[in-house]
T-cell receptor, first 111, second 112 residues
Framework: QKEVEQNSGPLSVPEGAIASLNCTYSDRGSQSFFWYRQYSGKSPELIMFIYSNGDKEDGRFTAQLNKASQYVSLLIRDSQPSDSATYLCAVTLGGAQKLVFGQGTRLTINP | SAVISQKPSRDICQRGTSLTIQCQVDSQVTMMFWYRQQPGQSLTLIATANQGSEATYESGFVIDKFPISRPNLTFSTLTVSNMSPEDSSIYLC?????????FGAGTRLSVL
């Protein structure tokens, strides 16, 4: 089992709809969870991060954690074509500071 | 956050040669990281570089192939040695600021 797993997609969502991205992780001790957005040919850019103590909302983005089921999700409301990118989920291994990345989900927002 | 300058942004190299990639950050940071992203793949951590100590390499990566320097709190280099076409990839440095990692723009390496 991979440490961090994502559906590679592609995930296609109409403009204005909610895009839902999910990520599962294997280490129950993980404390920090990150979502990065990566446009083609660019480096990863931090979108959201949450710690094990709760969910977080920032503008159109919401990150949610389900510790019991060991998955973290990213919701993008009112999706825009500019949201089309690969979204990388990253998790710190329990007690460590290094990040483990999922394989990324390619999201396409259709006008 | 942090402003990270990575260079070169891209290079085309011959088999058997070496390339050194530089990463400069605009503030002092304890931890710097080097990643590889192969075409169509996610990020794989090569090593963690802390100032004043030897880099810590992940499984599958060795110092002879990927020597790293970390001479001070704002700078690090990664060398890709004795390159082969399998080393063609994007190499990314990142820094940790308040438990969050930020990435440089990356170095796109092609080995012929």
């Amino acid at each position: 089992q991979k440490e961090v797993e994502q559906n590679s997609g592609p995930l296609s969502v109409p403009e204005g709809a909610i895009a839902s991205l999910n990520c599962t992780y294997s280490d129950r001790g993980s404390q920090s969870f990150f979502w990065y957005r990566q446009y083609s040919g660019k480096s990863p850019e931090l979108i959201m991060f949450i710690y094990s103590n709760g969910d977080k909302e920032d503008g159109r983005f919401t990150a949610q954690l389900n510790k019991a089921s060991q998955y973290v999700s990213l919701l993008i409301r009112d999706s825009q074509p500019s949201d089309s990118a690969t979204y990388l989920c990253a998790v710190t291994l329990g007690g460590a500071q290094k990040l483990v990345f999922g394989q990324g989900t390619r999201l396409t927002i259709n006008p | 956050s942090a402003v990270i300058s990575q260079k070169p942004s891209r290079d085309i190299c011959q088999r058997g040669t070496s390339l050194t990639i530089q990463c400069q950050v605009d503030s002092q940071v304890t931890m710097m990281f080097w990643y590889r992203q192969q075409p169509g793949q996610s990020l794989t951590l090569i090593a963690t570089a802390n100032q004043g100590s030897e880099a810590t390499y992940e499984s599958g990566f060795v110092i002879d192939k990927f020597p790293i320097s970390r001479p001070n709190l704002t700078f690090s280099t990664l060398t890709v040695s004795n390159m082969s076409p399998e080393d063609s990839s994007i190499y990314l440095c990142s820094v940790e600021v308040k438990n969050i990692q930020y990435f440089g723009a990356g170095t796109r390496l092609s080995v012929l």
